[in-house]
């Protein structure tokens, strides 16, 4: 009787199988296009997808190893050699160990955020889902032991890639081998289509021990890992409406008040980053106006949640909160303030201002205030150099990847509040 693989293996295989020939593909064209301009971008972006097809290759290869288990293999026909028989329990062996080893060993490598000389702080976004923790704290130790570890697990990475390579070439010419030239059924047991008759699932004893053993092992090493995570929580110390009220507890009394208009007001963000341009948003932040027209005399006062800057890229909107960044944790709020300002004509003002980030007040160019009946509108771009107010300064000083100017767009709108 003609024995086939059964339906889960056979899927698990061919799945796996194409994961590993395309993030092959993935890193052997990466490694030289993220340091080329013309192809910076688009080489960030296959390196999350290299990342998140890594991971789904480890728990796929967990998953085939267990149901191995469960399942043994058809036998080969009986005429093998006793030689070829264990070249081929080593070859399925070695690819277990390559298709766990692999993924773990590049997953090693990203938690120590380090590339060549220089700091990462890059995230792994799954396929732009949720964000995957670093394992045992690698990326919370010094530079100099990142950096070590670094300089010896990428090039463990890149070997384990070129041995399973290797090992897919040769995998491939024993099993053409076997259909073409010894003309036995063995690549039926994976592609049951290419037999005469119709192949059965083989059915053997399990080996159930050795499944369990096997599966929490890697499980329990996996979960210590995750454990193990350098990855604070972010904690917010105190509220929007607290940091307001401290900002303008010395305000002069008397000013009339305008109630800003959240749908018709926005603060947005623009720079680039690996060379492509992008836009983003603070999607909470308060304000408290007050303006006087009959004197000039302006109090403004902003408080802006720096957790929620977002511009709708998964691996950046993980990152800005981050320590390096606006550290959101130590840090939750930016601030701007304004108590001057000088007559434009035509109900315009210039509206010179404060803008404060992790504690690093930068004097910014004026805004343009106008008041326009009981509508008062505040608008303008800000310019902020990240060195100010040190964001991205330890993996990115010299705006290699992200510019180091940072463009702010303001337009606020407000009416005047009743007494």
Same mark, same amino acid.
């Given at each position: 009787?003609?024995?086939?693989?059964?339906?889960?293996?056979?899927?698990?295989?061919?799945?796996?199988?194409?994961?590993?020939?395309?993030?092959?593909?993935?890193?052997?064209?990466?490694?030289?296009?993220?340091?080329?301009?013309?192809?910076?971008?688009?080489?960030?972006?296959?390196?999350?997808?290299?990342?998140?097809?890594?991971?789904?290759?480890?728990?796929?290869?967990?998953?085939?190893?267990?149901?191995?288990?469960?399942?043994? #293999?058809? $036998?080969?026909?009986? =005429?093998? /050699?006793?030689?070829?028989?264990?070249? !081929?329990? &080593?070859?399925? +062996?070695?690819?277990?160990?390559?298709?766990?080893?692999?993924?773990?060993?590049?997953?090693?490598?990203?938690?120590?955020?380090?590339?060549?000389?220089?700091?990462?702080?890059?995230?792994?976004?799954?396929?732009?889902?949720?964000?995957?923790?670093?394992?045992?704290?690698?990326?919370?130790?010094?530079?100099?032991?990142?950096?070590?570890?670094?300089?010896?697990?990428?090039?463990?990475?890149?070997?384990?890639?070129?041995?399973?390579?290797?090992?897919?070439?040769?995998?491939?010419?024993?099993?053409?081998?076997?259909?073409?030239?010894?003309?036995?059924?063995?690549?039926?047991?994976?592609?049951?289509?290419?037999?005469?008759?119709?192949?059965?699932?083989?059915? #053997?004893? $399990?080996?159930?021990? =050795?499944? /369990?053993?096997?599966?929490?092992?890697? !499980?329990? &090493?996996?979960? +210590?890992?995750?454990?193990?995570?350098?990855?604070?929580?972010?904690?917010?110390?105190?509220?929007?409406?607290?940091?307001?009220?401290?900002?303008?507890?010395?305000?002069?009394?008397?000013?009339?008040?305008?109630?800003?208009?959240?749908?018709?007001?926005?603060?947005?963000?623009?720079?680039?980053?690996?060379?492509?341009?992008?836009?983003?948003?603070?999607?909470?932040?308060?304000?408290?106006?007050?303006?006087?027209?009959?004197?000039?005399?302006?109090?403004?006062?902003?408080?802006?949640?720096?957790?929620?800057?977002?511009?709708?890229?998964?691996?950046?909107?993980?990152?800005?909160?981050?320590?390096?960044?606006?550290?959101?944790?130590?840090?939750?709020?930016?601030?701007?303030?304004?108590?001057? =300002?000088? /007559?434009?004509?035509?109900?315009?003002? !210039?509206?010179?201002?404060?803008?404060?980030?992790?504690?690093?007040?930068?004097?910014?160019?004026?805004?343009?205030?106008?008041?326009?009946?009981?509508?008062?509108?505040?608008?303008?771009?800000?310019?902020?150099?990240?060195?100010?107010?040190?964001?991205?300064?330890?993996?990115?000083?010299?705006?290699?990847?992200?510019?180091?100017?940072?463009?702010?767009?303001?337009?606020?709108?407000?009416?005047?509040?009743?007494?």
């Amino acid at each position: 009787m003609s024995y086939r693989y059964n339906t889960i293996a056979i899927t698990l295989h061919w799945v796996i199988a194409v994961c590993i020939l395309i993030n092959l593909g993935f890193g052997w064209w990466m490694g030289d296009a993220l340091n080329d301009d013309a192809t910076q971008n688009l080489a960030t972006n296959v390196f999350q997808w290299h990342k998140s097809l890594g991971l789904l290759i480890l728990v796929l290869s967990l998953l085939r190893l267990g149901w191995r288990l469960l399942h043994p #293999a058809p $036998p080969l026909p009986e =005429a093998t /050699a006793r030689w070829e028989q264990l070249v !081929a329990r &080593l070859t399925h +062996i070695a690819f277990y160990g390559l298709m766990i080893g692999i993924p773990l060993s590049g997953w090693l490598y990203v938690s120590t955020q380090w590339r060549g000389d220089n700091p990462l702080n890059v995230p792994t976004v799954w396929f732009g889902l949720f964000e995957v923790p670093h394992l045992l704290a690698l990326n919370t130790l010094t530079p100099e032991t990142r950096e070590f570890l670094a300089s010896w697990i990428l090039p463990t990475h890149e070997t384990l890639s070129w041995a399973i390579a290797l090992l897919l070439v040769l995998h491939i010419g024993a099993a053409l081998r076997h259909h073409f030239l010894l003309k036995d059924a063995v690549l039926t047991h994976m592609i049951p289509a290419l037999a005469k008759t119709s192949p059965q699932p083989y059915q #053997a004893k $399990p080996r159930t021990r =050795a499944a /369990a053993v096997v599966t929490l092992s890697l !499980a329990a &090493l996996l979960a +210590i890992g995750l454990s193990l995570s350098g990855d604070a929580p972010e904690q917010n110390a105190s509220s929007a409406e607290q940091t307001l009220a401290e900002l303008t507890e010395g305000f002069p009394t008397g000013l009339p008040h305008w109630l800003l208009l959240p749908g018709e007001s926005h603060i947005h963000f623009s720079g680039t980053h690996a060379g492509k341009a992008f836009k983003g948003k603070f999607t909470r932040w308060q304000a408290e106006l007050r303006f006087d027209k009959a004197t000039g005399t302006p109090a403004i006062a902003v408080v802006i949640d720096t957790a929620s800057a977002t511009d709708g890229v998964p691996m950046h909107d993980r990152t800005l909160p981050q320590e390096e960044w606006f550290n959101a944790s130590a840090y939750p709020f930016a601030t701007y303030t304004a108590n001057t =300002a000088d /007559a434009l004509g035509d109900n315009r003002y !210039a509206l010179p201002g404060t803008l404060t980030i992790k504690q690093h007040p930068v004097a910014m160019a004026p805004l343009t205030l106008a008041q326009s009946g009981d509508t008062l509108r505040i608008y303008g771009e800000l310019v902020l150099d990240r060195a100010e107010v040190d964001m991205g300064m330890e993996s990115d000083p010299n705006g290699e990847w992200v510019s180091r100017e940072i463009r702010i767009q303001v337009n606020a709108r407000a009416t005047r509040q009743n007494p």
